[in-house]
T-cell receptor, first 110, second 111 residues
Framework: EDQVTQSPEALRLQEGESSSLNCSYTVSGLRGLFWYRQDPGKGPEFLFTLYSAGEEKEKERLKATLTKKESFLHITAPKPEDSATYLC???????????FGTGTSLTVIP | NAGVTQTPKFRILKIGQSMTLQCAQDMNHNYMYWYRQDPGMGLKLIYYSVGAGITDKGEVPNGYNVSRSTTEDFPLRLELAAPSQTSVYFCASIDMNTEAFFGQGTRLTVV
């Protein structure tokens, strides 16, 4: 069964304190792994897509990496405006469904 | 280019009532999805469609129905609303192998 597990559930960081969010997945052949940011009361907003192990993508203070079993979202020197819930989703090669994790709620304290 | 538009934004239903959540996209995407999001539970797939005239069940389809008569529109129908259907509903559209675009959500309360 295809599954996505995110950890930790919640993370509090001081401004400037770097850390990583984890997304572990089990899927029968990965087509793509997706990271989204969700602000309260809004729909998820796309951040990255990763397709194969070893791939990395960066955007401002965020960097996403992918292995055969998990993905990390590294946050370097976070700012309060990075506070949000970060969602991970995977899509299998067979089928058209996207499976989402439950998210990591990040709070960055000034 | 509006992206994905969901209406209404908020709705309160009484038990047993019916309603349709509207979703429209103007990006000519073939793939469209309906998710529900409950606190601490992540996004659960209700139904999806890979093109006009084609729909399929997701993880939690019971109590819902969908139709896809055009590429642009993908309405979600709730028949006989129940308190368990209280949730935030998100519609998304995707051009395969690219990012998914989400609507702003419909917050539904069944009382």
């Amino acid at each position: 069964e295809d599954q996505v597990t995110q950890s930790p559930e919640a993370l509090r960081l001081q401004e400037g304190e770097s850390s990583s969010l984890n997304c572990s997945y089990t899927v029968s052949g990965l087509r793509g792994l997706f990271w989204y940011r969700q602000d309260p009361g809004k729909g998820p907003e796309f951040l990255f897509t990763l397709y194969s192990a070893g791939e990395e993508k960066e955007k401002e203070r965020l960097k996403a990496t992918l292995t055969k079993k998990e993905s990390f979202l590294h946050i370097t020197a976070p700012k309060p405006e990075d506070s949000a819930t970060y969602l991970c989703a995977v899509q299998a090669r067979t089928g058209n469904q996207f499976y989402f994790g439950t998210g990591t709620s990040l709070t960055v304290i000034p | 280019n509006a992206g994905v538009t969901q209406t209404p934004k908020f709705r309160i239903l009484k038990i047993g009532q019916s309603m349709t959540l509207q979703c429209a996209q103007d990006m000519n995407h073939n793939y469209m999805y309906w998710y529900r999001q409950d606190p601490g539970m992540g996004l659960k797939l209700i139904y999806y469609s890979v093109g006009a005239g084609i729909t399929d069940k997701g993880e939690v389809p019971n109590g819902y129905n969908v139709s896809r008569s055009t590429t642009e529109d993908f309405p979600l129908r709730l028949e006989l609303a129940a308190p368990s259907q209280t949730s935030v509903y998100f519609c998304a559209s995707i051009d395969m192998n690219t990012e998914a675009f989400f609507g702003q959500g419909t917050r539904l309360t069944v009382v």
